[in-house]
């Protein structure tokens, strides 16, 4: 089992920043790909962005390239998603997930999430 705990969303302005954390504890954090995954509700869970388990490899969905950063600490357990130039768009609860598998749809365990709200 992992636990994953994110923190850090909030309400922003359009153009605005916000850093989300997950923390991870229980099974070994570094054996795992991670991923960020954002919902609307009413819309399925998409992934936003992955790094694998060393963090040498990253993807990101279309719409946040050039603006949102994934990475990742596994000395601290914890992984990241820099998120610039928000924009009202971007409103979900956003997720972070464990993966066998890297960039994984299914990944095999999640945190409760996070409410990530840009006013425009």
């Known amino acids: 089992q992992v636990q994953l705990v994110e923190s850090g969303g909030g309400l922003v302005q359009a153009g605005g920043s916000l850093r989300l954390s997950c923390a991870a504890s229980?099974?070994?954090?570094?054996?795992?790909?991670m991923g960020w995954y954002r919902q609307v509700t009413g819309n399925e869970r998409d992934i936003v962005a992955a790094?694998?388990?060393?963090?040498?490899?990253?993807n990101y969905a279309d719409s946040v390239k050039g603006r949102f950063t994934i990475s990742r600490d596994n000395a601290k357990n914890t992984l990241y998603l820099q998120m610039n130039s928000l924009k009202p768009e971007d409103t979900a609860v956003y997720y972070c997930?464990?993966?066998?598998?890297?960039?994984?749809?299914?990944?095999?365990?999640w945190g409760q999430g996070t409410q990530v709200t840009v006013s425009s």
């Open positions: 997930a464990a993966s066998q598998i890297y960039n994984s749809r299914q990944p095999n365990y």
């Open positions: 229980g099974r070994a954090f570094s054996a795992y790909h």
């Open positions: 790094i694998s388990i060393g963090g040498i490899r990253t």
